[in-house]
Structure formats: structure tokens, C-alpha cells
């Protein structure tokens, strides 16, 4: 589709895509409208959630995007080629979701809550299906989560409590739902916000996408304020490692000990003097959240060893 000189000459608008789907997109403008647009140049690449440069159509055409402005903060995860890909841009909060069944993997949930950390976006678990109930040791993994500073909340979307207290969590960011398949983050999302499915079938109906709709990503508005993505980028994700040194800033405990290691790169492994160490033989670092790190660490080293080409920048501060 090629551009007419009076479309190439008009005043380039701000907006934001709040769907994503392929090549097209759906940008809001300022006043909430959406508008379905095309990406100019084969170069351009968006998601949801960007914020973006773009004009327009007419009755004739749809709109198009120019340009993608510079991301606050970005969810990635690992493509087949072992290269980070964004999934979504801008978000500011990153929803763990564990249930009692499936039995949670908690280091999943660690990762998750990592990818976060070096995201720069806050996390908080939300533990669904509630009404079935937490054994001990479900119970105890919560409770120490809690003790590190990270926000639990309890939600059914089919019984009491419903999802209100998880609503109100939402407000006033831009939120992405992430766990382990089976933990029913689609019935919450659709609790949430009741019409993202009628939302997202439009959308496939309207890019003859059919049944494949899991092309898509939608921003969602809630009722009670916020924003929701939807992804299938990263309902299941698992986000790339930084380096091995830097693996720590993904566990907050970790990293509030560090500074008190004799060594300014202590890896916590097997250093002498190490404070982190000291913290877990004392009891006060949980064991498996220090084996987690632990093996996070090793994949990061291993990944590193694999592919130095792809090895990523430290991302200490």
C-alpha cells in the first residue's frame, strides 16, 4: 500500500498499541479511539504496549506506524535461536499466578519473580483457585514469600473471594499475567476484564486470523482502573538470564545481603566470608530459594559457556 504526498506530508500523531498481532496493530490516539494500522518499513517491529509515532488513515486505508518511541521497561523471553525478543513493552507489574493444583513449582514462580526484578517492574503472586485450599507446605512457601516483601494475594475466579482484592493490586499499572499452565490464568483475566474474550475474537475475525488467535496480544482496560495485558508470549515465558554475577539481583534477599560479603563479586557459591551463605546456614535465606538461585546461576554460566556471542551485558547498576 503505497502513501499519497498529502498523507506523507501531514503531522505524525502520539499513540499507544494496545493490540498486536503480526504485522497489524491497533493504536489508541489520545482520546481512547483504537484504529487499526499497519507498520511502515519491514524494519519496524512493535508490541503491545509500545508507545508510538504514527498518522491516521482515512475511509480508504488504515493507519500507519512510524515510529516506535524508547521503552520504559521491557518483558522478554527466549526465541528459538536462544536471542531475547520483546514480548511487552512499558508494563509496570508483573502477576505471578499459582494455584493448589497443579502442585506450583516454586522455582518457576522464582524465575517468574526474577524476570521481573530484572525487568524493572514489581511482582506479586497471586494465588488462585484459593477456595481449594493450601496444604502446609504450599502454605509455608507463601508465607515465606510474604516475609521477603512480596504482596500475596488470594483469589477464586469461580467462588468467594472472587477477584476483587486482585483488582484492586491492579490499579494504576499495567499488568501481565504470567504461571504455570492450569493455574487458570485465562479465567481471571476473563474476570477481569469480561470482554477480553469478545475482544479478542473481533480481533481475529477482523485480521482473518481464525482460529489461530494466540498471534494475539490486547491491552485490556479494567473496570476499576489499570491496564491488563493479554500475551500468549508470556503466559508460559521463561525470561532470559542476565550474567551469572548478576543473578542475584533477581532474589531480593540475595541482594540485600550482598553487600555484606568480603567480596565485591561474591557469586554466594563458594567464597569464603560470604554473607548469603551465612544467611541461609543461620536460617535466615530459605534453602530451596537459595538452591533456586543457585540454579539459576548455573544456567546463566552454562548459557554463557553455550553462546558468547549472545552473552548479555551485566545489568548491575
Excluded at 42 to 63: F, Q, T
Excluded at 70 to 96: I, K, S, Y
Excluded at 129 to 135: F, H, N, S, V
Excluded at 225 to 247: F, H, K, M, W
Aim: glycine share 10%; with cysteine; proline share 6%.
Amino acid at each position: 500500500m503505497t502513501e499519497r504526498s498529502d498523507e506523507r506530508d501531514a503531522p505524525l500523531d502520539d499513540g499507544r498499541v494496545v493490540a498486536s498481532h503480526g504485522r497489524r496493530v491497533e493504536v489508541e490516539d489520545r482520546s481512547g479511539r483504537r484504529f487499526p494500522c499497519g507498520l511502515h518499513g519491514r524494519k519496524l517491529s512493535v508490541v503491545c504496549g509500545d508507545d508510538v509515532r504514527w498518522r491516521p488513515g482515512d475511509a480508504e486505508s488504515e493507519g500507519r506506524v512510524y515510529e516506535v518511541r524508547a521503552r520504559r521497561a521491557t518483558l522478554e523471553r527466549l526465541n528459538a535461536l536462544g536471542d531475547a525478543e520483546p514480548v511487552v513493552a512499558n508494563l509496570t507489574q508483573l502477576v505471578a499466578v499459582a494455584a493448589p493444583r497443579p502442585a506450583p513449582d516454586w522455582y518457576v514462580v522464582d524465575r517468574y519473580l526474577a524476570g521481573a526484578a530484572w525487568a524493572g517492574v514489581t511482582a506479586l503472586i497471586a494465588f488462585n483457585k484459593c477456595e481449594l485450599g493450601a496444604d502446609a507446605t504450599v502454605a509455608a512457601e507463601l508465607a515465606g514469600y510474604a516475609a521477603i516483601g512480596y504482596p500475596i494475594v488470594e483469589c477464586s475466579a469461580k467462588s468467594a473471594p472472587g477477584v476483587a482484592a486482585l483488582a484492586a493490586r491492579l490499579g494504576g499499572h499495567v499488568s501481565v499475567l504470567v504461571g504455570q499452565s492450569g493455574t487458570g490464568k485465562s479465567s481471571l483475566l476473563n474476570a477481569l476484564a469480561p470482554e477480553a474474550r469478545a475482544v479478542t475474537q473481533e480481533i481475529s475475525e477482523a485480521t482473518e486470523q481464525g482460529r489461530h488467535t494466540t498471534t494475539n496480544a490486547v491491552l485490556h482496560r479494567l473496570a476499576g482502573g489499570g491496564d491488563l495485558i493479554d500475551s500468549p508470549g508470556v503466559r508460559d515465558y521463561a525470561p532470559p538470564l542476565p550474567t551469572e554475577r548478576t543473578v542475584g539481583t533477581g532474589y531480593r534477599e540475595i541482594a540485600r545481603l550482598a553487600a555484606g560479603c568480603r567480596f565485591q563479586d561474591c557469586l554466594h557459591l563458594t567464597e569464603p566470608a560470604c554473607a548469603v551463605r551465612g544467611a541461609v546456614d543461620e536460617g535466615r535465606v530459605s534453602p530451596r530459594r537459595y538452591e533456586s538461585y543457585r540454579r539459576l546461576a548455573q544456567l546463566a554460566k552454562e548459557f554463557a559457556a553455550r553462546r558468547p556471542e549472545r552473552r548479555p551485558r551485566d545489568r548491575l547498576r
